[in-house]
């Protein structure tokens, strides 16, 4: 089978048009936005134009399928409500243009998957948790994102064309390319990653209520300030942490909403994510012990209510040592001197993958280590010569 590279890349910028967000290469594309529906309703488009049969499931994951069983190659096309253009992208274009190649050279048996919000505006990875059978349908419809939104009214948007979901053993395998969202391959001149493991995640919503006031007249001994009360938590979280943590480790406040949010009022309310990260299983647990203890001592110091969502989250995933073995092979013989074996940091659909099925990761670099922003961005030649190892590697694999 042969790729076309200027196909391939062709495809991908027009990807990039849905969502544009006009300051640099970005996109705003979360999953089911006008912008995503679009999207995916054009790669629909591409996937029958390749001789592949188009499937939506329930949740709107996005298969082309070849004919019997097949391995699995894609990523997501949703983004981050600030996200870069290659973040999921990549990989759903590298899969489309592997498996419409393969296709035309009458074999080997290659799917394409674009899983659904991959970047978590409801829960972590919905798409391919859901269909992993990690969450149920039932489950995740009551996920609600930070406006309100729960999933199974944004779903709505793809009913018309949803099917059922497929069958894993339809698959014998599942190998993502992405970019790999850090610094290490820029600085160190390498071209590509072969992916051993992902990290695990733990991702928690907090809700801290106190009392609504003047911001003129409350003395500030008897102020209940939501606000205060996330900024010690903050400060004193990353002292408590700091036993337990290694430079690898990782944790965000990522999302605050303030209320009322007003120049001379005393926060009343603020709801905000917590998440952290790491390879290791029982660091994850103790830093969540951490966390529920300090919010507690919290609430009672500052006078506030503390409300608890559910952790969420992916166990720390290795990635199958076979198609690893593939990835290695078809890099050592394609960018000699040049790649790596790497832990991911970043999360991805591979690791809900790897509970039901073998899975691989493919990395190229990022320019300055940047992503999930606008100014994301990759070499060409970069792109290229990872859809060229890829390729080779599914080739032997599938
Ligand atoms: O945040 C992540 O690691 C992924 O990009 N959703
Ligand atoms: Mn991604
Ligand atoms: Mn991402
Ligand atoms: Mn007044």
């Known amino acids: 089978m042969q790729v076309d590279e ?4 062709a495809d991908l910028h027009r990807l990039r048009s849905f969502g544009a967000s006009g300051v640099g290469k970005g996109v705003v594309r ?31 994951n996005l298969f082309g399928l070849a ?8 990523s997501h096309s949703d983004s981050q409500p600030e996200g870069g253009w290659l973040d999921g992208a990549l990989g759903v274009i590298a899969g489309l243009e592997i498996a419409r190649a393969a296709r035309a050279a009458g074999g080997p048996a290659v799917s394409v998957v674009s ?22 349908l039932k489950e995740a419809d009551q996920f ?19 099917q059922d979901f497929l069958p894993h053993d339809r698959f014998s395998g599942f190998v993502e390319m992405h970019i790999e969202q850090g610094p290490a391959l820029d600085q160190s001149g390498e071209k590509i990653g072969v992916v051993t493991d992902i990290v695990g995640i733990r991702d928690m919503r907090i809700t801290l209520d106190g ?16 606000f205060q009360a996330l900024a010690t938590f903050n400060m004193e ?17 990522g999302h605050v909403s303030l209320h009322p949010n007003a120049a001379s009022i005393v926060p009343g309310r603020v709801r905000f994510s917590m998440q952290w990260r790491d390879g290791d299983l029982d660091r994850l647990t103790r830093m969540e012990q951490i966390i529920l203890e300090l919010a507690k001592e919290i ?8 409300s608890l969502g559910p952790v969420m989250g992916i166990d720390p995933k290795p990635m199958d040592v076979n198609i690893q073995a593939a990835l290695a092979v078809a890099a050592t013989d394609l960018a000699p001197g040049v790649w790596r074996n790497m832990t991911s940091g970043a999360l991805h659909d591979a690791a809900n993958m790897a509970s039901v099925m073998p899975v691989g990761m493919l990395f190229v670099p990022s320019i300055n280590g940047i992503s999930h922003a606008f100014d994301e961005d990759t070499d060409e030649a970069d792109l290229v010569l990872g859809l060229r190892v890829l390729a080779r590697a599914v080739q032997a694999l599938a």
């Open 6 to 9: 200027q196909r391939f890349l």
């Open 237 to 253: 979280l990353a002292r408590r942490f700091a036993n337990v943590v290694t430079p690898a480790t990782v944790w965000t406040i």
């Open 211 to 226: 009392q609504q006031n003047h911001a003129g007249t409350t003395p500030m001994a008897v102020r209940q300030d939501a």
């Open 30 to 60: 979360p999953a089911y936005s006008a912008a995503d529906v679009a999207a995916r309703t054009w790669l629909a488009q591409r996937i029958s134009a390749a001789g592949l049969v188009p499937h939506f499931d329930p949740l709107g």
């Open 67 to 74: 004919e019997g069983r097949s391995l699995l190659v894609g």
């Open 115 to 136: 899983f659904q919000d991959e970047e978590g505006r409801f829960g972590v990875t919905t798409g391919s948790e859901v269909w992993s059978g990690k969450t149920s």
């Open 144 to 162: 609600i994102d930070n406006t309100g939104t729960t999933m199974a009214q944004a779903r709505g948007v793809l009913a018309d064309v949803a």
């Open 299 to 306: 609430g009672q110091r500052h006078s506030v209510t503390v």
